[in-house]
């Protein structure tokens, strides 16, 4: 269940109304480089203008803003990016661009969702196309996943507690990046990452250690021979992207790759009970309905369901502190 807010606490209704601004403005500084033009030290508005190929006053504007948001600091008379913000610029070892290039993708598309909220459809293209019309951006929005992945999913070997290696088969892995911390976690475990063709690309560049085979989740088996069996099959993040129906089929089809003993772990974003929290993901289930048709966020109860209803054994459901819990079961 998720806490009951207090009936009376005041909400900061203007606040949330314009919080649209602070992410504009730290796109805007990241992918006009002025981010990038500040990062090594103080810097004059018409020396980042003229680099950069920018409008002086505008630029001016936008350092103002960068500052009141804490992003930028004022030093003698130029600015420069504040310590707290390294991570904006692109050559910072963990930097944040290509997740702001992902998010600015999604900002956009999120100016649809009141026509979501009418008519129940995503705004954004299907996958596939995307994949197909701009693969550029398809690569960015997978290497920012990969990066989200580095900051975020270290969590998921202890959670998934696969006490022996194996083969594991990464289905829909994307770059790969889950079946990495995995193999870098537990000794004697091997992974394959399975996805569309077009993702090979990607997965070579962030895990060129990790064998990828092409494969699709349309197809039975997704595209595996029969016969082939595999000691873990992953799910990280793929359920989510479909309706009920196909996520059904998705773990049918999971299920029927694993080994006798193997176990199919799912990585999901996971909606309490009662669909009101945690706040990180229902903010995310609305991701979904603009992002992926009939996409969603499933509950506890929904997932670990699915497990139990192609007959896996010891299914459960273990979370950290994160928004994103792992449900496994067993083939018998
Ligand atoms: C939300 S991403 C998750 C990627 C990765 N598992 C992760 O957790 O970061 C969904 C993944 O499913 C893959 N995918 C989508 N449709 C697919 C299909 N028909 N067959 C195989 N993979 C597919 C995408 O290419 C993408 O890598």
């Known amino acids: 269940m998720s806490p009951a807010a207090p009936t009376s606490a005041p909400v900061d209704c203007l606040g949330l109304l314009t919080a649209y601004q602070h992410s504009a403005i730290l796109a805007a500084a990241v992918r006009t480089g002025v981010a990038d033009a500040i990062a090594h030290g103080p810097r004059h508005v018409e020396e980042i203008a003229a680099e950069r190929g920018l409008h002086a006053p505008s630029v001016r504007k936008l350092l103002g803003a960068m500052v009141a948001l804490g992003l930028a600091v004022r030093e003698g008379d130029g600015h420069r990016l504040a310590d707290g913000a390294a991570e904006l610029a692109s050559d910072h070892p963990g ?33 596939r196309e995307r994949l197909a019309r701009d693969p550029g951006q398809s690569e960015r929005f997978l290497g920012a996943l990969d990066d989200l992945a580095a900051r975020f999913g270290g969590g998921l070997p202890a959670l998934a507690g696969l006490e022996r290696g194996g083969r594991l088969l990464d289905v829909g892995g994307g770059a790969g990046s ?4 995995l193999v870098a976690a537990v000794p004697g475990l091997e992974a394959t990452v399975l996805d569309l063709p077009a993702v090979e690309r990607v997965a070579r560049v962030r895990h060129p250690e990790l064998p990828f085979v092409a494969g ?5 088996r997704f595209g595996r021979p029969d016969g082939e069996s595999w000691d873990v099959v992953l799910l990280a993040n793929i359920l989510h992207d479909h309706p009920p129906g196909v996520c059904r089929r998705l ?35 609305v991701m979904m309905l603009v992002e992926n048709e009939g996409g969603a966020a499933y509950t506890a109860g929904e997932l670990s369901g699915w497990l139990e209803e192609v007959g896996l054994q010891g299914v ?15 083939a018998r």
């Open 95 to 127: 930097t944040l661009a290509t997740i702001v290039e992902k998010e600015w993708f999604f900002y956009k598309a999120w100016l649809g969702l009141e026509d979501a909220v009418r008519d129940g459809h995503a705004r954004i293209a299907p996958w």
């Open 178 to 181: 889950h079946a990495a911390n």
């Open 216 to 220: 699709d989740l349309e197809l039975p």
């Open 251 to 285: 773990v049918r089809e999971a299920a029927g790759l694993l080994a006798p003993g193997g176990t199919l772990l799912l990585y999901e974003w996971v909606l309490d009970e009662d669909r009101d929290g945690p706040p990180d993901v229902v903010l995310f289930a």
């Open 316 to 330: 459960e459901v273990r979370s950290g502190a994160g928004p994103i819990a792992v449900v496994r079961g067993r």
